[in-house]
């Protein structure tokens, strides 16, 4: 009687997700239009859980789509002239609207795509400070692509430091700085996406490794995260076909990202707001340093 109870729940749960969905949307929409983007990320917070719990994470990048536009705007609202925050935010309210008219119980991927580089395209040019207007005013995404892909070698090669330094979310930062100030293409976006989605998961992991000293789980981990930003930004296959391709480790991290959450909940805030540092061992330190002196010497050949 308790499993069919459980099957009963499921089979309601999982024929409603089109209309729960529907409902945080139109929140997250509403909370936009009354200028309350913080309060829209909560919003994208229950797109990506109510996709988790009702069996469908595939669709769960809707919601961590929705939380960047809404953290990008959050920082608009507070950083910029209420004038260009507001183009901004209309851009964006023009692309939820389109959203839901073509909302259905799948989302195909190729759709979810679009509308992430549409909005991608339209907040990118308010994201320079006024002094960058000026002095970027002509993009070079081939340099973008250049650096990057310096980059993830260097990641790559120093994949085991990932676990105790800052390395992985280091390189975050350098490419959302190379594609604010000198562009990008499709590829660039795809890394910058995945990267972004690991990096809530491997917060939590540190946070474990930190806080209760669970090891050997992180770096085999991230390893082949790694392994798959690389496949990403070398491949020649088709942007859409690669997204397509890693849309399911996307899922999965979104469905593990939810669960770290209801496990730790207020004690990792209280934990990030404090930033403790762990302390590296002696032979961690001299791996770290080894790597920069090498990574010197390279560049003074």
Same mark, same amino acid.
């Given at each position: ?22 409902? /945080? ?7 936009? @239009?009354?200028? @309350? ?55 964006? #309210?023009?692309?939820?609207?389109? #959203? ?10 190729? /759709? #979810? ?73 499709? *590829? ?14 491997? /917060? ?6 930190? *806080? ?34 890693? #849309? ?42 080894n790597t920069f002196a090498s990574a ?6």
């Amino acid at each position: 009687m308790f499993n069919n109870i459980l099957n009963i729940t499921y089979n309601m749960a999982y024929s409603r997700i089109h209309a729960i969905i529907k409902q /945080d949307l139109t929140a997250y929409i509403e909370a936009l @239009k009354d200028d @309350k983007p913080n309060l829209a990320n909560i919003y994208a917070n229950r797109v990506v859980s109510n996709y988790v719990f009702a069996d469908s994470s595939e669709n769960s990048i809707l919601g961590f789509i929705l939380k960047e536009q809404a953290n990008i705007l959050s920082s608009l609202q507070r950083s910029r002239p209420s004038s260009l925050y507001n183009e901004a935010r209309e851009g964006i #309210l023009d692309q939820l609207e389109q #959203l839901m008219d073509h909302y259905s119980k799948t989302i195909h991927p190729n /759709d #979810l795509w679009q509308y992430y580089t549409q909005c991608v395209r339209i907040l990118h040019k308010y994201q320079l400070d006024e002094p960058e207007v000026n002095a970027y005013n002509e993009m070079d995404p081939e340099f973008t692509r250049f650096v990057i892909d310096k980059l993830i070698s260097y990641l790559s090669e120093n994949c085991a430091l990932v676990e105790t330094s800052h390395i992985f979310d280091g390189t975050l930062a350098e490419i959302v700085r190379l594609i604010n100030t000198h562009g990008f293409n499709d *590829r660039d976006l795809m890394i910058y996406l995945y990267m972004t989605t690991i990096l809530r998961v491997l /917060d939590y992991k540190k946070f474990e490794l930190d *806080r209760y000293d669970l090891k050997g789980n992180v770096n085999s981990w991230i390893e082949e995260k790694i392994k798959n930003i690389e496949m990403i930004n070398t491949s020649d296959v088709e942007v859409i076909e690669m997204f397509n391709r890693i #849309l399911p480790d996307i899922a999965s991290l979104g469905s593990e990202w939810r669960y770290y959450y209801i496990k730790y909940r207020e004690i990792f805030r209280e934990y990030a707001l404090k930033k403790p540092t762990r302390v590296l061992s002696d032979d961690e330190k001299e791996a770290l340093i080894n790597t920069f002196a090498s990574a010197i010497e390279k560049e003074m050949k």
